[in-house]
Nanobody
């Protein structure tokens, strides 16, 4: 089970940091990522980080503004979101799964958090 926190309501240009903790032990190869879903839209990939942190990928829409990284504990990741825009408004979901080469699709993960709301006002 994955547990997210850190969402909120901010103005455009502000920053937020999301956190995700895996409540059960994870092992070598366990990758994690972030997705988001805006009202009326499909869930979309945001960012990915491999077990070691050696592979990091971002959606084009957030590259240069968002940073994904692992905490000191291997079962914790963060998403630092800077220069937020109104179009970043969505429910953000943490996802986890043993890496098999794919990371952009929801099917690449087998564990999900409950989601945390991020709202950016203009």
């Amino acid at each position: 089970q994955l547990i997210e926190s850190g969402g909120g309501l901010v103005q455009a240009g502000a920053s937020l940091r999301l956190s995700c903790v895996a409540s059960r032990p994870t092992f070598s190869g366990y990758a994690m990522g972030w997705f988001r879903q805006a009202p009326g839209k499909e869930r979309e990939f945001v960012a990915f980080i491999s077990w070691t942190g050696g592979i990091i990928r971002y959606a084009v829409s957030v590259k240069g503004r968002f940073t994904i990284y692992r905490g000191n504990a291997e079962n914790t990741i963060f998403l630092q979101m800077n220069s937020l825009k109104p179009e970043d408004t969505a429910v953000y979901y943490c996802a986890g799964g043993y890496y098999n080469g794919g990371y952009r699709l929801a099917e690449d993960y087998d564990s999900w958090g409950q989601g945390t709301q991020v709202t950016v006002s203009s």
